[in-house]
């Protein structure tokens, strides 16, 4: 009689292959769709329909159409960078592209989730002061189609990217040699080797915040603890953040403890300036009128106060949130070396 026991087969995922190329396929149509954009918004700063706006819709210094046109090519051509980039990581079944939309899918839902909260407590009171009138029925069409489309642009679409590429038989796809049925022994699946996805999210948060610097392209102002900078001071400040950013963001990618440290001592430098800022200057209409914001738009917060009101609960929220996945990310550094 045999008496030897049957040996456990490990659990086999199916491949993925299939699905990881029609999502990146899908990922190049959106990057195609930003680099349209880019001609779109050089047609609306330096085309014809610029000659269509008023003079003085246009701030004045530096936030010209030519600044306006170079920083929408510059967000909308590196947002076509990611969505290209990723697609073909995508197709070609590679953890990076699995990963780097894990990143921006989470981003993108975390953003989305803000700006669709804002939006259900602005857009009401916003169509109920339109000088134009406009049936009830209708103002509640419009209210639900515009929260509907942004609720499916920038909540359901990125929830289904994050859903997708957090699968374990997609994460074993990419980890196959040629996106090949893949057996795994653990319940966790195959392991990945390298940085884990929070501190990945944590580090390009950082690496965008190199970009604050660019802020002296529009307006040389900023305000820390209610206190409003301009000229020099302010593209010191701008500066600062910049460069801290840029290093903690290397520091982090290296799962270095000093990283994590400058993001969090940022995080909680900025978190209360704004509270002692709103304490100092709740008029937020007020404040930026001190920064020097333009006419038309210091006019459209006047004539939308909701909108002013959304900005510091999306600001508190904003913040809270980051502290918290901050304080979540502290596991991930070894504590036992050296910073």
């Known amino acids: ?3 030897t026991l049957p040996v456990a087969v490990p659990p086999a995922y199916p491949s993925r292959r299939g699905w990881l190329i029609a999502f990146g396929i899908l ?6 769709a930003f680099l349209l954009m880019i001609v779109f918004s050089a047609f609306i700063f330096l085309g014809p329909a610029a000659a269509s706006i008023p003079s ?5 210094g530096p936030m010209s159409p030519v600044v306006l046109m170079v920083f929408a090519a510059l967000q909308y051509g590196l947002l076509a960078a990611v969505f290209i980039t990723a697609g073909v990581g995508s197709i070609r079944c590679k953890n990076w592209a699995r990963i780097m939309m ?3 899918s989470g981003l993108w839902l975390a953003c989305g989730l803000l700006g669709t909260l804002m939006m259900v407590f602005i857009l009401p009171a916003i169509m109920r002061q339109q000088p134009v009138h406009v049936a009830p029925g209708i103002q509640d069409a419009i209210v639900v189609g515009v929260i509907a489309f942004m609720v499916v642009l920038m909540v359901l679409l990125p929830a289904i990217f994050l859903f997708f590429y957090s699968r374990k038989s997609v994460r074993a796809t990419c980890l196959a040699p040629k996106g090949a049925q ?3 022994s653990t319940d966790g699946g ?3 080797p390298g940085l884990p996805v929070p501190l990945i999210i944590l580090g390009v948060w950082q690496a965008l915040g190199v970009l604050s610097v660019l802020a002296v392209l529009f307006m040389r102002v900023t305000f820390v603890f209610g206190v409003v900078l301009h000229g020099a001071a302010a593209v010191l400040v701008l500066l600062s953040q910049s460069v801290l950013s840029g290093y903690a963001a290397w520091a982090i990618f290296r799962q270095k403890l000093i990283g994590w440290q400058i993001a969090l001592t940022l995080a909680s430098f900025w978190t209360v300036s704004t509270l002692v800022t709103f304490v100092r200057k709740p008029d937020l209409l007020q404040l930026y009128r001190e920064m020097g914001f333009s006419a038309p738009m210091l006019d459209t917060y006047q004539q939308f106060p ?5 900005t510091w609960v999306g600001m508190a929220v904003g913040m809270t949130a980051l502290l ?3 304080l979540y990310t502290r596991k991930f550094f070894p504590t036992d070396k050296p910073a």
Do not use: K, N, R, Y
Request: some cysteine; aromatic content about 4%; overall charge negative.
């Open 182 to 184: 893949v057996a795994t």
């Open 306 to 310: 909701q909108i002013l009101s959304v």
């Open 27 to 32: 990922e190049i149509l959106m990057g195609c």
């Open 102 to 104: 894990l990143v921006v």
């Open 324 to 326: 918290v996945f901050l």
């Open 190 to 192: 195959v392991a990945a």
């Open 1 to 3: 009689m045999d008496s």
């Open 56 to 60: 003085h819709a246009m701030a004045p």
